[in-house]
């Protein structure tokens, strides 16, 4: 398996342009998650997806940011309009949950480095 | 207060030297991921655990439920182990029975030759 695949793995881009970030999760994991790093305040979760539904989108930051699952195979974050203060890495992981709650492990992708200048 | 505090957050070493980083949570937890990242970005697992010790290689994690702690070790340190490590905590969703992982901010190790 590939594991989990990101792209881009950097984007640069004007302040005030949108930005889709993309993530395909391993094959047959049924969770999706997206986090935020930055030097200021570590890792993040943004949101999280079980079976494509969005179960927590409690660390989306406001508005401009959005999160889509259309299968289980794919899923996109987008920043519309994007902000200089958006700069980060960007990571999706996935798991899968045999049994809901159960402890599993998570896999990362290399992450995407967005800049916005 | 961050959920889950890690100590210390930066830690130079020797060579050859026993390495031993702390993680501190204050929720209850379904399980303690430790989790390593390299320079150039990429987060790998490296223990999921739920209870007692875990021991891969060099590397071991021990967990404390009642005290809500957790320690990695590393034994023998190498170059190779510079990273950051990275302790997360499995809690629940509130109102539901859906999980996330909160994570501390990190532990940058280097290992000195």
Known sequence: DAGVIQSPRHEVTEMGQEVTLRCKPISGHNSLFWYRQTMMRGLELLIYFNNNVPIDDSGMPEDRFSAKMPNASFSTLKIQPSEPRDSAVYFCASSREVVQGENTEAFFGQGTRLTVV | ?113
């Open chain 2, 1 to 113: 207060k961050n959920e889950v505090e890690q100590s210390p957050q930066n830690l130079t070493a020797q060579e050859g030297e026993f390495i031993t980083i702390n993680c501190s949570y204050s929720v209850g937890i379904s399980a303690l991921h430790w989790l390593q990242q390299h320079p150039g970005g990429g987060i790998v697992s490296l223990f999921m655990l739920s209870s007692g010790k875990k021991k891969h290689g060099r590397l071991i994690a021990t967990i404390n439920i009642q005290e809500k702690h957790s320690s990695l070790h590393i034994t023998a340190s190498h170059p190779r182990d510079s990273a950051v490590y990275i302790c997360a905590v499995r809690v629940r969703v509130s109102g539901g029975s859906n999980y996330k992982l909160t994570f501390g901010k990190g532990t940058l190790l280097t290992v000195n030759p």
